[in-house]
């Protein structure tokens, strides 16, 4: 069996993508390509297989706390999956971004788990500058405390690019095939994996970035001392009327 394990990076379109893939699991299906309805959050509503990457992390996200199943139950849910349904020839896509922040031991599962298998992870790399200036432009949105966001400051150098330390972890173990982020990459990836985006119901796009201006705003307002609940709601409120009432360009 060929396995293709699209594990990210984050801020590269990845929601966008597994929302298509999800929305099309049968036409792949029939395409030969195998992209499970398992390890998904949100009580199976999921679009990707994220209980299986927050199984092999160090410590499981926080946000997803209430969803936490143990590695064994994870992956257990896989291995039933495939003895269901496995077919000679078919391939098997799974896909989360939180793989790509596996550490050596998590690493070493996926490898094991799938031994004997052709194993072929595929990683988007996405400028370092433009990474670091979504991730704090998406923490903004999510209401995290502007104090914690000097981490994503926009500084230059390979020290800086955290995807490339992700990177290099996991081609300790496999060859990796890596597609730089942009508009086309998405249509790249599934070309590599044997279909054509074109064959595809398109999907919305999800997770796009808010209007600058709105996100100046949120930074603002988000100094205000405020449950982190309550700002979650409220900041979901200002984006949800922004995406409503977009500004009109000038001319």
Known sequence: ???????????????????????????????????????????????????????????????ALRAKISRDDAWGSLTEHLRKTQEDGKLLLLSSEAFSSAKRDGIEFVKKYFEGHTVVPIFVHRDPVEWRRSMREHNIARGVAVQELTKYATSTGPQHDLGLKKLNRWQEFFDVKVFEYGPMC??????????????????????????????????????????????????????????????????
């Open 1 to 63: 069996m060929t396995v293709f394990l699209h594990i990210g990076d984050s801020r590269t379109g990845t929601t966008s993508f597994q929302s298509l893939l999800s929305a099309n699991r049968e036409r792949l299906w029939e395409m030969g390509i195998d992209y499970p309805p398992v390890g998904l959050l949100s009580n199976g509503r999921g679009v990707a297989q994220h209980l299986l990457s927050f199984s092999i992390l160090e410590t499981w996200p926080d946000f």
């Open 186 to 251: 998405h249509a790249e990836i599934l070309s590599f994996v044997g279909t054509d985006i074109e064959e595809l119901e398109a999907v919305e796009t999800r997770n796009q970035q808010p209007d600058k201006a709105v996100t100046k705003l949120l930074n603002r307002l988000n100094k205000i001392e405020m449950k982190p609940e309550n700002r979650k709601r409220f900041n979901e409120v200002i984006l949800k009327w922004a995406r409503n009432h977009p500004r009109k360009r000038r001319k």
